[in-house]
Every structure is written in C-alpha cells, then in structure tokens.
C-alpha cells in the first residue's frame, strides 16, 4: 500500500477519534456526529460527560467555518495553502497531546480540563476535514468510513456481477483507492488502543508526528495536492 497523504490522513483520524474516546470520557475528536450518540446515552443513564458532547459540534464547525473565511486573506498556491493547513493541525494535536499528559487523570467528565484537550482535538480534526475537502476531494473520506464501506460493497457487486467492462474497471479502480482508507483507518484505530493500554495519555504523542509525517510526504508527492 503506497504510503500517501489521504492515508495518513485516515491513520491519523482513527487513531484520534480512538484515543479521544478512550481518553477523553467517551468523546468523538473526529466522527464528532458520534457525540450526539453518546450524548443521549449521558441523559438516558443520568450520567455525567456532557458539556464536552455539546461543545464538539459547533467547536468543529466554527473551526471550519473561521478556517475558509481565512483561506482568501492568505493567498497561496493550493500546495502551500494544504501545507498551512497541516501545519496548524500539527499545532493543534501538539497543544492537545501537552494538555492530556498535563492535565490528566480527567476525574471530572465535565471539568475544563478534559473540555480544554477535547476542544484542541477536536479544531485538529476539523482542519484534517476542511483540509480534505478543499485540497484532496477525489480521495475518500479519511473521518467517515461508514459512506466509504458502503460503495466499496456497492463497487464489489459491479465488479462480480456480469456487465460493461468499462463500469467493472470504473469499480475496480475505485475500490483500489477507498479500501486502503479504512484498513488505514482501522489500523490506526487499533494502534490507538495498543498504545493507550501501553502508555495511557502519553499516546496522544504520536498523532503529531504522524502529521509530521504527512507533510514529509505531501511535499514528495506533490500529485496528492
């Protein structure tokens, strides 16, 4: 599997999106959609662990939000302009990663600490979305695996079934860029869990070397911009 930016893209975000939920009292830093799920599992068992369920979705869209307006204010080539995107991510995680190593154990679900990492996590994340959607929309979604498993099921049938050629290679084609997404999402999923049982809030180290990483590659694949 070649190593390329939208996969490291879809590591990362199952590696996050896991962690902050192990981490973080059940938060979604990624599928932050999921927190509605969990949020009226809080309010069905009277539990505690709602104001960070509240907050991710309007965080998430106010970062998307701020981060388009501000795309024109800072003119650049597309290359430069994912390049300043990932950078800020970087930032971000590296702001999230001290934040879980300082301020943890995160005894109070509620409690600004775990609120504070949960929202740095969560503006990362939302600039990995706003990033994919402005600069790599061909590649498959590196957050969201539900939609890519879906027409990865949907390109297997047209490809077994008999029909033009044209549409069976169309899906093979297809199915050649959306199944390394989630085995990279899965991969990173589990990587998450071996390293929080390992190191607990230490894991969240590995996230902004892992965009490090990203921005190594974007810069020697310049046909993933």
């Known amino acids: 599997m070649k190593l390329t930016l939208p996969i490291i893209l879809s590591l990362n975000a199952g ?23 969990t949020l009226g599992a809080a309010i069905a068992h009277g539990s505690s662990g709602i104001v960070a369920k509240l907050l991710a979705l309007p965080v998430f869209c106010l970062s998307i939000l701020l981060l388009r307006w501000m795309t024109p204010i800072l003119p650049a080539k597309p290359q430069r ?27 109070d679900p509620d409690g600004m600490p775990l609120i504070l990492t949960g929202m740095l996590l969560v503006i990362a994340m939302a600039i990995q979305n706003a990033a994919h959607r402005i600069h790599l929309a061909s590649a498959p979604p590196s957050t969201l695996m539900t939609g890519t498993t879906t027409q990865i099921m949907i390109d297997f049938a047209d490809v077994l079934r008999l029909g033009p050629s044209e549409a069976r290679q169309t899906a093979r084609a297809r199915c050649g860029r959306f199944i390394p997404a989630v085995v990279a999402f899965a ?14 809030m230490w894991c969240f180290l590995l996230p902004p070397l892992t965009v490090l990483i990203g921005i190594a590659t974007h810069a020697a694949n310049k046909e993933d911009a």
């Open 187 to 200: 991969f990173g999923c589990a990587a998450a869990a071996f390293f929080y049982i390992a190191f607990q």
């Open 15 to 37: 590696y996050v999106d896991t962690a902050g939920f192990l981490a973080l009292q059940g938060l979604f830093t990624a599928h932050v959609t999921g927190n509605f799920v």
């Open 81 to 107: 302009s994912l390049l300043y995107m990932l950078v800020a991510k970087f930032l971000f995680l590296s702001a999230g990663a001290f934040t879980a190593i300082k301020l943890a154990p995160f005894s």
